[in-house]
């Protein structure tokens, strides 16, 4: 399964994965941190909490969700319900990853890009 985000320009994403069982992979990227609003419903539709963009995925995973995760964590959410998307972008450089984040943020205005 994959998922594209963007009005002005549409951005495919690979497949969700649960953020508990992601594995980072080792490629310069857009991300999205979704949330499933009614998963009872609408098993497939996921709301955007974050975009952000990485050059390394493996290498700055770790860190660069933290704040995202301690505020949903503080707003009842539980962690196990944040699903994580990946819009690869080898070789852009960080302008093109933050112009990509910067777009989608202002198309989508998800609550923790605000933070």
């Known amino acids: 399964m994959s998922i594209s985000w963007g009005k002005k320009q549409r951005y495919k994403f690979?497949?969700?994965?649960?953020?508990?069982?992601?594995?980072?992979?080792?490629?310069?990227?857009?991300?999205?941190l979704t949330y499933k609003q009614d998963p009872t419903t609408k098993p497939k539709a996921h709301t955007v909490l974050y975009?952000?963009?990485a050059e390394d995925?493996?290498?700055?995973?770790s860190g660069f969700h933290?704040?995202?995760?301690?505020?949903?964590?503080e707003n009842g959410g539980e962690v196990g319900e944040i699903f994580v998307f990946v819009y690869?972008?080898?070789?852009?450089?960080?302008w093109q990853r933050s112009s990509v984040q910067e777009q989608l943020v202002s198309e989508y205005y998800p609550q923790y890009n605000r933070l």
């Open 57 to 61: 995925l493996s290498a700055q995973a």
């Open 51 to 53: 975009f952000g963009h």
């Open 66 to 73: 933290k704040h995202v995760l301690d505020a949903w964590v």
């Open 88 to 94: 690869p972008m080898q070789g852009a450089t960080r």
């Open 14 to 32: 690979n497949s969700g994965v649960p953020l508990t069982t992601w594995s980072p992979p080792a490629v310069s990227a857009v991300y999205a």
